[in-house]
């Protein structure tokens, strides 16, 4: 089993900053992937930024040129720097992680996805 636990949001002003941390633990051999996803109240989930073990990234539209991800691998944790934020970006974000639970799930490319409980963002004056 794989835990991710969430820290960093809050309430900040249209055109702050903040950064969420989500920090994996658990029977991990590797991950493939991890990334943020967020779900606005009626509105369906959406990702948001996801970063590949080899660093690549991808970034939704409309967080582009706004927000960052990172990773630290050592430590299986993945960052989202979030800048210029709006009130549009107000929602649930929450951490996704593809993991190989062993060298064998590795090398069939067997990944499964792990989530974590969400942490509320919320951007209002």
């Known amino acids: 089993q794989v835990q991710l636990v969430e820290s960093g949001g809050g309430l900040v002003q249209p055109g702050g900053s903040l950064r969420l941390s989500c920090a994996a633990s658990?029977?991990?051999?590797?991950?493939?992937?991890m990334g943020w996803y967020r779900q606005a109240p009626g509105k369906e989930r959406e990702l948001v930024a996801s970063?590949?073990?080899?660093?690549?990234?991808n970034y939704a539209d409309s967080v582009k040129g706004r927000f960052t991800i990172s990773r630290d691998n050592a430590k299986n944790t993945v960052y989202l720097q979030m800048n210029s934020l709006k009130p549009e970006d107000t929602a649930v974000y929450s951490c996704n992680a593809r993991v190989a639970g062993g060298f064998r799930d590795l090398v069939a490319g067997q990944f499964y996805d792990y989530w974590g409980q969400g942490t509320q963002v919320t951007v209002s004056s």
């Open positions: 970063i590949t073990s080899s660093g690549g990234t």
């Open positions: 658990g029977s991990i051999f590797s991950i493939n992937a």
